[in-house]
């Protein structure tokens, strides 16, 4: 094995993925990158290094003795780059997801995280989705990000912390001649027989697609199809346009053109919303953040709920304001 001049942190993270999981599939989940992206991150290691570091057949991967003696190695160099970087955050700006412009829970947080310290630069990112988000999180790309927590992988959650911010009260997207539109909160009830769009088949959300999945089930509403990926809210509307699905949202949701945003009652579901971030990120921009986000909390009963409130068992146990 030769000593290059320069590795890059994100190889070194591929590697110990793949060491760990010995799974690249595995492996690839848990960065939320896709496995030919992996494996040619861990081949170029391997040309850098000029050592083979993993042993392949079509069973099973192990690692090599160079990947055994990498290991210890990678750990300690990747400890120590965090480290660096939380030494120094307080000179760069924290990016923060916000996930889509017209989400109000993140944008208030946000908002009063600024007047809070002023002297930190909180720089918005959107995102579109938790799960798309998490990867960025561990990539170094992003810094923090809103949303439903209990819907990540149980082994990317590991790497990451939250703090509980808001059961969101849902809501529903209607074209506005639709037969509940002239209703001022639908019952779920109603909507059995509907065909409610969801996100299915968008890589960035699976974990909005899996609550709604959660609060049909059982009550004859179906998930409408995936559609092409529509890039920024002009495309979103025009493509919803044309479907003319329901559009499963949050009452904070901004109306589209030609639509209505009403309630869902009956039971009223609540869409749970966490600040996350990854573990061991310190920056003055984050403690304002996490300071605004206890404030608005506590200001506004945000984990507070109607004694008839439908939240998922699984995102209560992960949640809980007492964790």
Request: aromatic residues 6%.
């Given at each position: 094995?030769?000593?290059?001049?320069?590795?890059?942190?994100?190889?070194?993270?591929?590697f110990?993925?793949?060491?760990?999981?010995?799974?690249?599939?595995?492996?690839?989940?848990?960065?939320?990158?896709?496995?030919?992206?992996?494996s040619?991150?861990i081949?170029?290691?391997?040309?850098?290094?000029?050592?083979?570091?993993?042993?392949?057949?079509?069973?099973r991967?192990?690692?090599?003795?160079?990947?055994?003696?990498?290991?210890?190695?990678?750990?300690?160099?990747?400890?120590?780059?965090?480290?660096?970087?939380?030494?120094?955050?307080?000179?760069?700006?924290?990016?923060?997801?916000?996930?889509?412009?017209?989400?109000?829970?993140?944008r208030?947080?946000?908002?009063r995280?600024?007047?809070?310290?002023?002297?930190?630069e909180?720089?918005?990112?959107?995102?579109?989705?938790?799960?798309?988000?998490?990867?960025?999180?561990?990539?170094?790309?992003?810094?923090?990000?809103?949303?439903?927590?209990a819907?990540?992988?149980?082994?990317?959650?590991?790497?990451?912390?939250?703090?509980?911010?808001?059961y969101?009260?849902?809501?529903?997207?209607?074209?506005?001649?639709?037969?509940?539109?002239?209703?001022?909160?639908?019952?779920?009830?109603?909507?059995?027989?509907?065909?409610?769009?969801?996100?299915?088949?968008?890589?960035?959300?699976?974990?909005?697609?899996?609550?709604?999945?959660r609060?049909?089930?059982?009550?004859?509403?179906?998930?409408?199809?995936?559609?092409?990926?529509?890039?920024?809210?002009?495309?979103?509307?025009?493509?919803?346009?044309?479907?003319?699905?329901?559009?499963?949202?949050?009452?904070d949701?901004?109306?589209?053109?030609?639509?209505?945003?009403?309630?869902?009652?009956?039971?009223?579901?609540?869409?749970?919303?966490?600040?996350?971030?990854?573990?061991?990120?310190?920056?003055?921009?984050?403690?304002?953040?996490?300071?605004?986000?206890?404030?608005?909390?506590?200001?506004?009963?945000w984990?507070?709920?109607?004694?008839?409130?439908?939240?998922?068992?699984?995102?209560?146990?992960?949640?809980?304001?007492?964790?």
């Amino acid at each position: 094995m030769s000593a290059p001049n320069h590795l890059d942190p994100r190889l070194l993270r591929a590697f110990i993925a793949v060491a760990e999981e010995l799974h690249f599939t595995r492996a690839a989940a848990r960065l939320y990158v896709a496995q030919q992206a992996l494996s040619r991150d861990i081949r170029r290691l391997e040309r850098e290094l000029g050592a083979d570091l993993f042993v392949r057949s079509t069973r099973r991967v192990a690692l090599s003795a160079d990947g055994d003696r990498l290991l210890p190695y990678a750990r300690r160099m990747l400890a120590a780059h965090d480290e660096l970087l939380a030494a120094f955050g307080e000179a760069r700006p924290l990016l923060v997801d916000l996930n889509s412009p017209g989400l109000a829970t993140g944008r208030r947080v946000l908002h009063r995280a600024r007047e809070l310290a002023p002297e930190c630069e909180l720089m918005a990112r959107f995102e579109s989705g938790l799960t798309f988000a998490a990867g960025e999180l561990l990539a170094g790309r992003l810094d923090a990000s809103f949303g439903r927590f209990a819907g990540l992988d149980p082994a990317l959650r590991a790497q990451l912390d939250q703090q509980p911010v808001r059961y969101e009260p849902m809501a529903v997207v209607l074209p506005e001649d639709h037969r509940l539109a002239a209703l001022p909160e639908v019952p779920l009830v109603a909507l059995a027989g509907e065909t409610v769009y969801a996100g299915a088949g968008n890589p960035r959300t699976p974990e909005w697609t899996d609550l709604a999945r959660r609060l049909f089930e059982g009550r004859g509403i179906g998930i409408a199809s995936p559609v092409p990926l529509a890039v920024g809210d002009e495309e979103f509307q025009r493509l919803m346009a044309k479907m003319r699905n329901p559009v499963l949202a949050v009452v904070d949701f901004p109306a589209m053109p030609r639509t209505v945003v009403r309630p869902l009652v009956d039971p009223v579901p609540f869409s749970p919303v966490s600040l996350v971030w990854r573990k061991g990120l310190t920056h003055p921009g984050l403690d304002a953040l996490r300071r605004a986000a206890a404030q608005l909390t506590a200001e506004g009963g945000w984990l507070g709920r109607v004694a008839d409130g439908w939240i998922p068992a699984i995102d209560l146990g992960v949640i809980s304001p007492h964790k």
